[in-house]
């Protein structure tokens, strides 16, 4: 027995407000996850986009409990394979190349609105912070920073990360855990 075409109409436009939602609910944490990992803006919103077209385009009638592990699926392949494409055309000459100062403008960092007591020193030393953050996310591996944003950005178990990753999830743990260890002998400045 088929559905009345009714109640196939109203399904479909339940199902596409979902996606909406979701999709709007996701799109400015993917970019920023795009930007840190591809460091250019035009390549990050070019793969958000993408990712969210790929979504649409192949799971939308997927039940929505699984759209977030296959947009970052999505996401994170898309991501790799810019730093394919990258890798392919000699983008290391051209990224040492650039002056530091370019570099700063394609960092984007969201600003905590101002507390009750605006302390300057404590902004400063979150600033200093964030910046030497990035640059050392900077100089882990694509796979360690696929890791390292998949569990500690995203919230993914390593499950859900291994299967968003295609890797095992020993793989996970082994990435994650040098990505850690990287991360900490570079902040150690930072560190109480």
């Given at each position: 027995?088929?559905?009345?075409?009714?109640?196939?109409?109203?399904?479909s436009?339940?199902?596409?407000?979902?996606?909406?939602?979701?999709?709007?609910?996701?799109?400015?944490?993917a970019?920023?996850?795009?930007?840190?990992?591809?460091?250019?803006?035009?390549?990050?919103?070019?793969?958000?986009?993408?990712?969210?077209?790929?979504?649409?385009?192949?799971?939308?009638?997927?039940?929505?409990?699984?759209?977030?592990?296959?947009?970052?699926?999505?996401?994170?392949?898309?991501?790799?394979?810019?730093?394919?494409?990258?890798?392919?055309?000699?983008?290391?000459?051209?990224?040492?190349?650039?002056s530091?100062?370019?570099?700063?403008?394609?960092?984007?960092?969201?600003?905590?609105?101002a507390?009750?007591?605006?302390?300057?020193?404590?902004?400063?030393?979150?600033?200093?912070?964030?910046?030497?953050?990035?640059a050392?996310?900077?100089?882990l591996?694509?796979?360690?920073?696929?890791?390292?944003?998949?569990?500690?950005?995203?919230?993914?178990?390593?499950?859900?990360?291994?299967?968003?990753?295609?890797?095992?999830?020993?793989?996970?743990?082994?990435?994650?855990?040098?990505?850690?260890?990287?991360?900490?002998?570079?902040?150690?400045?930072?560190?109480?």
């Amino acid at each position: 027995m088929t559905q009345p075409v009714a109640e196939r109409t109203q399904t479909s436009v339940d199902t596409l407000d979902a996606l909406d939602a979701f999709l709007a609910g996701v799109e400015r944490r993917a970019y920023r996850t795009a930007l840190s990992m591809v460091r250019d803006t035009h390549d990050a919103m070019d793969i958000v986009q993408d990712a969210m077209l790929k979504l649409v385009q192949n799971y939308a009638t997927r039940p929505p409990a699984e759209w977030p592990l296959l947009f970052n699926r999505i996401l994170h392949n898309r991501i790799m394979d810019t730093h394919r494409r990258r890798k392919a055309d000699g983008f290391w000459v051209r990224l040492f190349e650039r002056s530091n100062d370019a570099d700063a403008d394609d960092v984007v960092y969201e600003e905590p609105a101002a507390p009750a007591h605006w302390q300057p020193v404590a902004q400063l030393e979150q600033a200093a912070f964030a910046h030497a953050l990035d640059a050392a996310l900077q100089t882990l591996s694509a796979r360690q920073q696929q890791a390292f944003f998949l569990r500690v950005w995203e919230g993914l178990d390593v499950a859900q990360t291994a299967q968003v990753m295609s890797i095992s999830e020993g793989s996970v743990k082994t990435h994650l855990f040098r990505a850690l260890e990287s991360l900490r002998q570079r902040l150690k400045e930072f560190q109480p």
